[in-house]
């Protein structure tokens, strides 16, 4: 995982494109998105179009989603278990249409769970701290 990314969080989506391509030129291959920047689509647009374009291979980028809806929750069918996603995910690993897959905010309990089940062990766990939300629980 590229270990500088760009947030697309409060970009007009006029100018998500053009940014993104140039991003893209200057190197960039980790890309932080949300549902609820509402800009989705013109990053898969301008995704779309480096990957047609040979600016860039489709397994050469990274994108990290969250699934979190307007009122910062989890906007999720919790029906499906995590460990069914992770299974899911493995297969497009296993398909080729992903690298290598990863976690988000998974504390050691979780983490641990998705050690034992996992053929395909995660890559990264992407931890969001900062001043303001320190997560010393999932670093430690």
Not at 32 to 54: I, M, P
């Given at each position: ?33 949300a549902?609820d ?20 291979n ?45 976690i ?6 979780l ?30």
């Amino acid at each position: 995982m590229p270990s500088i990314g760009l947030g697309v969080w409060r970009m007009e989506k006029s100018e998500v494109h053009d940014i993104i391509i140039n991003s893209i030129k200057l190197g960039y291959r980790h890309f932080d998105c949300a549902a609820d920047y509402k800009n989705e689509s013109q990053v898969g647009e301008a995704l779309s179009k480096a990957t047609n374009t040979g600016l860039v291979n489709r397994i050469d980028y990274s994108l990290l989603v969250s699934a979190l809806a307007d009122d910062s929750v989890l906007d999720i069918d919790t029906t499906i278990s995590l460990e069914t996603t992770w299974h899911a995910m493995e297969d497009l690993v296993t398909k080729g249409f992903v690298r290598s897959i990863g976690i988000s905010n998974y504390d050691i309990f979780l983490t641990r769970d998705c050690l034992a089940y996992s053929k395909v062990k995660p890559v990264v766990n992407q931890i969001e701290t900062h001043t303001t939300m320190p997560t010393l629980n999932a670093i430690i």
